[in-house]
């Protein structure tokens, strides 16, 4: 099991950044992918940005041009950049991570990242606590 600990959430106003900070137990390697989801209370968890074992990127449509994803495998460290923050990006957001599988079809692959900035929550296996961030306007 990884464990998963978040970090740099706050407040801020409309047009600012913050920088959220994921620590794992583990190095982040090939046999894993990492993802960011975020909830507010009374909607489901829902998937911001993720990063495959190859360092492929993929955003929601609504993090796209403002949020970038990173991982530093030797600091076991995953970041969310977050730029032009709006007030709809208020939420609590978590840090994920989930094992690559293998099949013949597809080789390695990241069974809760999927195409076209898909997210599969339920194939993530390890979750932060999380940290909340609040977008004034």
């Known amino acids: 099991q990884v464990q998963l600990v978040e970090s740099g959430g706050g407040s801020v106003q409309a047009g600012g950044s913050l920088r959220l900070s994921c620590a794992a137990s583990?190095?982040?390697?090939?046999?894993?992918?990492m993802g960011w989801f975020r909830q507010v209370p009374g909607k489901e968890r829902e998937g911001v940005a993720g990063i495959d074992q190859d360092g492929s990127t993929r955003y929601a449509d609504s993090a796209k041009g403002r949020f970038t994803i990173s991982k530093d495998n030797a600091k076991k460290m995953l970041y969310l950049q977050m730029n032009s923050l709006k007030p709809e990006d208020t939420a609590m957001y978590y840090c994920a991570a989930g094992r690559i599988k293998y099949s013949l079809g597809r080789g390695y692959y990241c069974p809760g990242l999927g195409a076209s900035g898909l997210f599969n929550a339920n194939e993530f296996d390890d979750w932060g606590q999380g940290t909340q961030v609040t977008v004034s306007s």
């Open positions: 583990v190095y982040l390697n090939r046999d894993y992918c």
